[in-house]
């Protein structure tokens, strides 16, 4: 009887545990929904009616991710989210690559239909192997971390909503490349056919990287959205994920740093979502040391002197190498935050949340196959042995994103390749057990395959592209030491500190030491990070010895090489960075190390209030909702065209297809070409220093130039008209810009009398002939 009772009482405390633990998880629900609700109800508060947009690509994207779980789970299978937010971008990148494919092979039109179509058959895809899944027992959704999962949701929300909040105050799509960045969305959104005409060409289709672009619009058909909005929102949508997923990254290398260490559960908890978040500022939100220093340390300094107090001019933090002091070696070393709050959709920008991929792909392949110790019996002759080299699915996805990478940014392809190269290298050495003939033959094969891959699929584009890359060169000038350290002197120290760390705990009671027996003994997340850190380093340093040859100048021969390798270095820096200060700080013993990243992360944080900086300088008082302008990008016209509005909004309307609008050319950033670049109908020449680099014949540009001209002034209607159907031209556009460049040569009468005036503005003067 006493042993009943006792069963008895222990079975009642047991229940009354279980439901106090029930409670308390049903409270902590209850909270995450209202903090979710609150955040929903501040977004439509924030963006107004804008809100409709935002919602719909914000639950596309979430949508779309969950589809493609099935893929994500078993590719992020070791993650605790099993990839949830890489999720997102698997499925854009799968849907929007076969859609431009079917197209581009021309079997099927660029359509709205059509891209539902395979997004709707990629999902039946992945639906189908999810049964196959579950039939096997195989768990590819993060059922055991939803928590986790919701805080993932939770910031790119938040992230992407913030964005989109401060584009608000800034939308219009006028200055720096903005023109060429619409342009080319709305030239696409009125094409059936890839590669489109170019809007600045009109007798040749798009010779650039066009595909970050091609996913905007890919986005903008897929959720029946428009143009004048999703351009904006396109760039917050990047903004967002370069927060979420340096989060998801690094939050998961620290977790699994932090496996087996002797540390407090709350410590080992607390540790990875500091180290994500920090990774997720650094790379999003931060700027670099140039702010810290001559934006608050030097002001500082001349206040306390008493001298007048210089201000900063947040693009200073990118034209810093030349340009202070004055020298003639102009260069260029921009970084994400400036990106985002400089508003431009080029091709570097929109590629980040790609490249951001590939590394969370690189680091799951990592984590998974270094377990997977080769047997040494295994030999090289066996089919069966190449084939498992040969069909791993992530070094497949990884060809096949380096081969989307030569038409999103040619650059990230030569770039990403000698990072996957490294991550390959280091991973073989471990699972093939540091023999060297195994570790040659299989990395040298998986070389070969991946560049192969890479460029079988991405065919259709490279066939019908012309280079515009003139060779590589010694570098004839370098950067000052000073400018190095002001720009990336923090990163490249805690890069080396960690270095130089992992190789005093490793090798110190190291009996018999080997590079195999040194990399088996470093973590994966720390080898994973050395490889980030070693690699951003040499993209600093290249530009120092060579550069790619191009249009520019003599005084701006490095700006573009520079521009393009320190861009990806930064973003490598500040997951580096993130993971290293944090596992230095919690792990190392040393207190050296120990005391480092903690200095490391005072500066880091520091460089974050660029990010204040630049907002407040480039959209004004953004703490005021009521001077939130909305996300349409063409609410310049009014303003700054306001002779040509009108016109150019009747040629929007009523003008389908792609047919050839005539308009007076000129220089790159200047206001020419608004016509073309509001509403993606091509003209017979655009930006010149554009086309010029595109596709490097000047004899053809200045003969176009003259046509042109000729058309606008010249009195010989025979010659004029023979122009017009040499271009094909549908409409001739007269408006203010046209007046303005040719004054009173101008032959009004002879235009008029070319066809039909189906738009004039008595007040301005502009109008529009249909040509007969």
Known sequence: MEHSDERNVNEQEDGVHLQSSSGKKKWKWGLKAVMAAVLLALSAFLLKSDVWTFWTWWLLAAVMGVAAMPVTGRLFERFDDKGWIFSKMLAITATGYLTWLLVSIKLVPFTALTCVLVTVVCAGGCIFLLQRQSKKGIECFPIEHLSLVYWEELI???????????????????????????????????????????????????????????????????????????????????????????????????????????????????????????????????????YVIYAVILPWIQKIKGEEVTGYWFPDATRYIGYNPDRPDKTIHEFPCYSFVLGDLHAHVVNIM?????????????????????????????????????????????????????????????????????????????????????????????????????????????????????????????????????????????????????????????????????????????????????????????????????????????????????YQAYIMFGMAMAYAIYRMMVVSRQKIFKIFSGIGLFFLV??????????????GEVWKPSEYQGLNATTYLETDFPEDVAAIRWLKKNIKGVQVVLEANGDSYKNYERVSATTGLPTILGWYAHEWLWRGDTDDLNQKSADVESIYTSGDPVLVEKLLDVYEVSYIFVGSMEREKYEDRLNNELLKSLGEIVFADENSGTYIVQVD
């Open 156 to 290: 790119f929300f938040a992230a992407f909503l913030l964005w989109t909040y401060l584009a608000g105050f800034r939308p219009e799509a006028i200055g720096t490349e903005k023109f060429m960045d619409y342009g080319f969305m709305e030239t696409m959104m009125r094409s059936t056919t890839l590669p489109a005409r170019d809007l600045w060409y009109s007798e040749g289709h798009i010779n650039y990287y066009y595909g970050g672009q091609y996913f905007a619009v890919f986005l903008t058909k897929l959720s029946f959205t428009k143009v004048e909005l999703t351009y904006n929102l396109m760039r917050t949508f990047v903004a967002g994920l370069a927060f979420a997923m340096p989060f998801s990254l690094v939050y998961q290398m620290a977790v699994d740093r932090m496996k087996g260490q002797p540390k407090k559960k709350r410590v080992k908890e607390a540790v990875p979502v500091f180290a994500g978040l920090t990774a997720g500022m650094a790379v999003s939100i931060a700027g670099n040391m140039h």
């Open 354 to 566: 790609f490249v951001l991929l590939l590394l969370g792909i690189l680091y799951a392949w990592m984590r998974s196959e270094r377990k997977k110790d080769i047997p040494a019996e295994e030999s090289l002759k066996s089919a069966e042995f190449w084939k498992k080299q040969l069909l791993m699915p992530h070094i497949l996805l990884v060809s096949l994103l380096l081969g989307v990478f030569q038409w999103t940014n040619f650059w990230d392809f030569v770039i990403y390749y000698v990072v996957t190269g490294a991550v390959v290298t280091f991973t073989n050495i471990i699972r093939l057990r540091g023999k060297i003939k195994r570790i040659l033959a299989v990395t040298l094969v998986q070389a070969v395959e991946i560049l192969v891959v890479g460029y079988v699929v991405i065919l259709p584009f490279t066939v019908q592209f012309v280079s515009m890359v003139d060779g590589v060169a010694l570098a004839q000038n370098h950067t000052l030491i000073h400018q190095l350290l002001v720009l990336w002197g923090l990163p490249t120290a805690i890069s080396l500190m960690f270095v130089i760390a992992i190789l005093w705990e490793k090798l110190r009671g190291m009996e018999h030491k080997s590079l195999y027996r040194l990399m088996k003994a470093v973590r994966t997340a720390d080898l994973f990070t050395i490889i980030l850190g070693l690699c951003s380093i040499g993209l600093v340093l290249i530009p120092e010895i060579v550069y790619v040859k191009d249009i520019y100048g003599i005084d701006y021969s490095r700006a573009n090489t520079m521009f393009k390798l320190t």
């Open 606 to 619: 520091c460089t974050a209030g660029y990010f204040g900086k630049s907002v407040e300088t480039w959209f």
